[in-house]
C-alpha cells in the first residue's frame, strides 16, 4: 500500500538524515552501527514482503554492532532472538494459521512485529539521544 511505501521512505529519509547529522561530529564504529541496526529495522518493518530470511540480515548486524560496542548492544540480542523464534512459529510451524485458518501463528506473527516495532523505537530512541549529546557541545561552544 502507499501507506508501507510512504512510511518506508520517510524512514529510511530520517536514518540517512541522522546518520550524515552523527557522522559529521563522530564517526566512531558505534554511531555506525547504530545508524545500520536502524536502517535495517526500518527496511525490515517497511518492506512490503517480510521474508524470514530479512531476521538473517538483522542478527548479522547486530553481532557486529555487539563487537563494536556491547555494551548497547547486548540488550537487544534477546529482543532479536525473540523475533527469530516467532518466526519460526509463524511460518514454518503455523503457516495455515498465518492464512487465515487459525490464531496461534497470527498471534505469533502479531508478537514478532510488535517485538521489531519497540526494537526499532528504542534503537530510534537511542540514535536521537547520540545526536542530541553530539549536538549539545556544539551549541553551547557556539554560544562562548
Do not use: N
Not at 94 to 109: I, S, T
Request: charged share 15%.
Amino acid at each position: 500500500s502507499i501507506a508501507v511505501v510512504l512510511g518506508g521512505a520517510i524512514g529510511l529519509a530520517a536514518v540517512g538524515l541522522a546518520h550524515w547529522r552523527l557522522m559529521r561530529r563522530d564517526a566512531r564504529p558505534g554511531g555506525v552501527a547504530l545508524t545500520a541496526v536502524a536502517l535495517l529495522l526500518v527496511t525490515v518493518l517497511t518492506d512490503k514482503v517480510f521474508s524470514p530470511q530479512y531476521l538473517l540480515w538483522l542478527v548479522a548486524v547486530l553481532v557486529v554492532a555487539c563487537l563494536l560496542d556491547p555494551d548497547t548492544w547486548r540488550p537487544y540480542v534477546p529482543w532479536a532472538l525473540l523475533v527469530c523464534a516467532l518466526t519460526a512459529v509463524a511460518f514454518p510451524w503455523f503457516y495455515r494459521d498465518v492464512l487465515g485458518a487459525g490464531w496461534v501463528g497470527l498471534l505469533a506473527l502479531t508478537a514478532r512485529d510488535v517485538v521489531l516495532l519497540g526494537m526499532a523505537a528504542a534503537v530510534g530512541r537511542q540514535l536521537a539521544q547520540r545526536i542530541r549529546a553530539i549536538d549539545e557541545p556544539a551549541a553551547s561552544g557556539a554560544s562562548q
